[in-house]
């Protein structure tokens, strides 16, 4: 499976980007995708996930960024509203299937105060 993710860029602190990332295959039947981000410094970090479970997010982003997918696209997105600075980071796309783990190639997001 590859990942190609866009629509990073910069966005001022208290407005919004919508990220997307298209998989080379269906995405209808895998266990797990989601994003992830990164930033300077720090340890990748859980944003938001779809799983045969439901949807999670990271603490950091509840009620402000919405995780969806378009399954006739195979594509899924991350619309982020209200940024803050601390949202400043590179963000990757995420899929999981037959279990292995296959990752994009990262979008940086630069959310200036």
């Known amino acids: 499976v590859q990942l190609q993710a866009s629509g990073g860029g910069l966005a001022q602190a208290g407005g919004s980007l919508r990220l997307s990332c298209v998989a080379s295959?269906?995405?209808?039947?895998?266990?797990?995708m989601g994003w992830y981000r990164q930033a300077p410094g720090k340890q990748r970090e859980l944003v938001a996930l779809?799983?045969?479970?439901?949807?999670d997010y990271g603490d950091s982003v509840k009620g402000r960024f919405t995780i969806s997918r378009d399954i006739a696209k195979d594509t899924m997105y991350l619309q982020m509203d209200s940024l803050k600075s601390e949202d400043t980071a590179v963000y990757y796309c995420y899929v999981r299937t037959v279990r292995i783990d296959y990752w994009g190639q990262g979008t940086l997001v630069t959310v200036s105060s």
């Open positions: 779809i799983s045969t479970i439901g949807i």
């Open positions: 295959g269906s995405i209808s039947r895998l266990d797990r």
